[in-house]
């Protein structure tokens, strides 16, 4: 019992000075300035990311049938309630209740894939790199997913990031105004790469989605990251 107490206290010592290094260590993304371009683009994107679905718009209306003319170019789509939406992942005929846990944003970075990078949309949306499961995860659904992670990750919620990651990409954001949504494309392939790597099913979506955002987290604390070109993971674009 005795060894097992100073174990305990040893933990807390040890744990005690990790918190108070951290939070030295995060005082530096506490009060930060931002340059005119990045405050400029940061408020852009987080007014992005505060617009819902609304499915009754016609731009919504009009940029879903613009995602299913870039998935499927030969089929032609029966309307914005169908089955047919199932083959590109969605969990049911309407999409539009899929975007109730992110909004707009998700679908602004679907299309901006499919029409920026078309080649890898195309071959993560038809499962045809590597050995796939039975089950495997659904490509629409996954996407909100990776939309919802990377504006946690990057604190997009706070008036300015008060992480590494959030900081250092508010540097990429200042050479890049489309900085987000090419780093939400490099976050849909580093999960693909997961997934293969793990062998995952369905059933492990979510681990394989933590192991993305750990290893993105580790991208976007190197030192030499400039330019969203610069993260390792933005070959992975151009396989």
């Known amino acids: ?13 040890i744990g005690g000075l990790f918190n108070r290094l951290s939070i030295k260590r995060n005082e530096k993304f506490i009060d930060y300035p931002l340059t005119p371009i990045q405050e400029q683009r940061l408020k852009k994107l987080q007014e992005r990311i505060h617009i819902p679905f609304d499915e009754t718009s016609p731009d919504h209306q009009e940029a879903l049938r613009a995602l299913w003319h870039i998935a499927f170019p030969n089929v032609a789509l029966k309307g914005l309630i169908s089955e047919q939406w199932k083959e590109m992942g969605w969990q049911g005929p309407n999409p539009s209740t899929d975007f109730r846990g992110c909004g707009f944003i998700a679908l602004e970075n679907l ?42 990750m990057l604190d997009l919620y706070s008036a300015k990031p008060k992480n590494l990651p959030g900081f250092n990409f508010l540097k990429l954001l200042g050479e890049d105004e489309e900085a987000f949504d090419v ?23 979510n681990e394989v989605l933590q192991a993305t955002r750990t290893q993105l987290q580790r991208e976007l604390s190197l030192d030499d990251v400039h330019r969203i070109q610069d993260l390792p993971a933005y070959n992975l674009l151009y396989l």
Request: net charge positive; hydrophobic share 55%; with cysteine.
């Open 1 to 13: 019992m005795l060894v097992a107490k100073a174990m305990v206290g040893s933990r807390s010592l």
């Open 111 to 152: 299309l901006f894939f499919g029409r920026t990078y078309p080649a890898s949309f195309h071959r993560l949306l038809f499962k045809q790199g590597g050995t796939r499961a039975t089950w495997e995860y659904p490509f629409a659904v996954a996407g909100i997913n990776v939309s919802f992670m990377l504006i946690q």
């Open 183 to 205: 780093l939400y494309c490099i976050a849909f392939e580093m999960m693909e790469a997961q997934w293969l790597a793990m062998h995952a099913s369905y059933m492990k979506f």
